[in-house]
């Protein structure tokens, strides 16, 4: 596991918050609309990721959350900004999908989120 500062920390949060965000805003409407409802968190690591399998996110259908562990991104992104950014957004994404399209994890997939 990546040991960051607690200043890098909330840089990193900050950052995955900023991205969120802006996904949000590029939304378009009717998704928009169903979106509201759901609140993103940020947290660093999943309890669930193993050597093998690494869990980025999740979404929980009874509270309607999106969960996305920033910390398990930047460690696969081997700490790169830019990668960084594009697999919170990634990440971010495929998650709505199953939250708001009710879709399983092959058909979300399958439209190459
Ligand atoms: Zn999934």
Redesign the pocket.
């Known amino acids: 596991m990546i040991n960051l500062t607690e200043e890098q920390w909330e840089k990193l949060f900050d950052t995955a918050d900023k991205t969120v965000q802006k996904a949000m805003a590029e939304l378009p409407d009717p998704v928009w609309v169903n979106t509201e409802t759901w609140t993103c968190f940020l947290e660093k690591f999943s309890p669930r990721s193993t050597d093998t399998q690494r869990v980025f996110?999740i979404c929980g259908m009874w509270n309607q959350a999106i969960v996305i562990y920033v910390g398990e991104i930047f460690e696969v992104c081997q700490e790169n900004q830019e990668r960084f950014i594009d697999d919170v957004r990634h990440v971010y994404f495929?998650?709505l999908a199953?939250a708001i399209g009710n879709l399983n994890?092959w058909e979300?997939?399958s439209r190459g989120l």
Do not use: R, S, T
Request: net charge negative; hydrophobic share 15%; glycine share 14%.
């Open positions: 996110g495929h998650e199953h994890e979300v997939q």
